[in-house]
């Protein structure tokens, strides 16, 4: 069965670059959320969206954006890197289906700051 | 701010014993959603229990709920070295919008499980 697609998998960028991570969701769900997750932490909500609308947000910088597009896959623009944002960063993709909703996760995209 | 809180934070257990893991939260949930880690790897999603469930089984594993006390367990039964992983409870807040109900996660510590050969 299809999963949802991350890319690039690991990511290494200088303080101050810009970093854009690709999300691509399982096939007919229409909701994604990004989720960051820190060295031995665990996974916090950024944002999501639903039907390419921003649905809700998280502990998300102002540095970061993101957006869903037509095809349903979502991209996380990264600006203004710093040592912190180190982290795997996670994507998990769901179809809305009444009161219960199981979100299935992507690989995750290790980013490096250095 | 941090919804669940796991217990313990680290578990090491013979191959063939059983694994208890347990979750606590904090605020009212729609369900609660345990998931698995391999190092560094992504989330698989194990088993989701409804709030209004109080025990489900799937496979080796069996959770329970308590939402009187807000909280959750995990049991793995007959466990086996691939066992081996973090496991996480996470729980839904959820967000009516219109047009439709959005859930995001919101995760505990998570506990550290070795399966000894």
């Known amino acids: 069965a299809a999963g949802v697609i991350q890319s690039p998998r690991h990511l290494i960028k200088e303080k101050r670059e810009t970093a854009t991570l690709k999300c691509y969701p399982i096939?007919?769900?229409?909701?994604v959320y990004w989720y960051q997750q820190g060295p031995g932490q665990d996974p916090q909500f950024l944002i999501s969206f639903y039907e390419k609308m921003q649905s809700d947000k998280g502990s998300i910088p102002d540095r970061f954006s993101a957006q869903q597009f037509s095809d349903y896959h979502s991209e996380l623009n990264m600006s203004s890197l710093e040592l912190g944002d180190s982290a795997l960063y996670f994507c998990?993709?769901?179809?809305?289906?009444?009161?219960?909703?199981?979100?299935?996760f992507g690989p995750g995209t290790r980013l490096l700051v250095l | 701010s941090q919804q669940g809180e796991e217990d313990p934070q680290a578990l090491s257990i013979q191959e063939g014993e059983n694994a208890t893991m347990n979750c606590s939260y904090k605020t009212s949930i729609n369900n609660l959603q345990w998931y698995r880690q391999n190092s560094g790897r992504g989330l698989v999603h194990l088993i989701l229990i409804r709030s209004n469930e109080r025990e489900k089984h799937s496979g080796r594993l069996r959770v329970t709920l308590d939402t009187s006390k807000k909280s959750s367990s995990l049991l793995i039964t007959a466990s086996r070295a691939a066992d081996t992983a973090s496991y996480f409870c996470?729980?839904?807040?959820?967000?009516?919008?219109?047009?439709?109900?959005?859930?995001?996660?919101?995760f505990g510590k998570g506990t550290l499980l070795t399966v000894n050969p």
């Open positions: 096939p007919r769900h229409d909701t």
């Open positions: 996470a729980t839904d807040a959820r967000r009516v919008n219109s047009g439709g109900s959005n859930y995001k996660l919101t």
């Open positions: 998990a993709s769901s179809f809305r289906l009444g009161i219960q909703e199981t979100q299935y």
